[in-house]
């Protein structure tokens, strides 16, 4: 069986008609399409009717929460037993953007995970059933409070006089609760590089504020689009990718993933 979540769907697109191939050699597929993805409606509006024609199990996410995280669960079964694989993308899986955004995809069998987005799929499709998450963080669940609790932790640290820094990459940090966080964080002594594609709220270099804050844009042939988080953890780093930049309607009215990245190989490339 295959989940995948569709936020936009290119004009010709080679994800949908493979779904559609899919549904039509007998894979049980569920497509969960946002209908209000900006400039993409009426696209996202006719590829949906016709995976329903093909049999797709189209589900349109939760009433007033818009679904921006991107997930696909792969499950297969020998039968001798049943394995996941699940794909967590900071990215749309849209042919268009492929070919002009940086993003990153993490492909694992890790039940960490795999476990973790099949519960997000089950809450997609019935809203009436929740979760707590132990390895991902989902919006508007339990992000913005894990992503304190980092920060917090990172705070703590430099406090004791241990190592204390962050790294991230997003595209727009306005969420005022969270720019008081980090304006907390670089006033305690952790040291944070920020990468910000876009909009940034976060004035850094303040004496007395945010003077332990650097903040760069990378403008180049291709549209920087992945979010990378990177936290000291005393030496022990913790990375995490995701759909979601540090806004408020990202962190409180939108489903949204980040994934730990465990794998020591991936960790550095990310770094």
């Known amino acids: 069986s295959i989940s995948i979540t569709i936020y936009r769907v290119a004009s010709e697109s080679k994800v ?24 993409d409606e009426k696209s996202n509006i006719n590829w949906s009717r016709e995976m329903e024609e093909a049999g797709i199990n189209v589900v349109f996410g939760v009433k007033e929460l818009k679904v921006h995280g991107k997930l696909t669960l792969i499950t297969r079964n020998d039968g001798k037993k049943t394995t996941n694989l699940a794909v967590v993308s900071t990215g749309n899986f849209h042919e268009g953007n492929a070919s002009v955004y940086t993003d990153i995809n993490l492909f694992t069998a890790d039940k960490r995970i795999t476990n973790e987005v099949e519960k997000v799929f089950t809450f997609l499709e019935f809203n009436y059933r929740t979760f707590t998450y132990k390895h991902l963080l989902v919006s508007p669940g339990n992000m ?60 850094p270099g303040i004496h007395g504020q945010s003077e332990n804050i650097e903040v760069i844009s990378i403008v180049d042939r291709l549209l920087e689009h992945s979010r990378i988080f990177i936290f000291c953890n005393n030496g022990d780093e913790k ?33």
């Not at 949908?16 to 400039?39: D, P, S, Y």
């Open 16 to 39: 949908v008609h493979a779904l559609i191939n899919a549904a039509q050699n007998g894979k049980k597929v569920t497509a969960v399409v946002e209908l209000r993805a900006r400039f």
């Open 239 to 271: 990375y995490f990718i995701s759909s979601a930049d540090w806004m408020t309607r990202n962190l409180d009215y939108r489903i949204e993933v980040a994934t730990p990245v465990y794998d020591e190989t991936n960790k550095q490339e990310l770094r």
């Open 144 to 203: 913005r409070r894990k992503l304190y609790s980092l920060i917090d932790n990172e705070i703590d640290n430099a406090k004791k006089k241990l190592p204390a820094y962050m790294l991230c990459k997003i595209n727009n940090l306005v969420d005022e609760e969270m720019i008081h966080k980090l304006y907390q964080a670089s006033k305690a002594g952790v040291k944070i590089q920020l990468v910000v594609r876009g909009i940034c709220s976060l004035v």
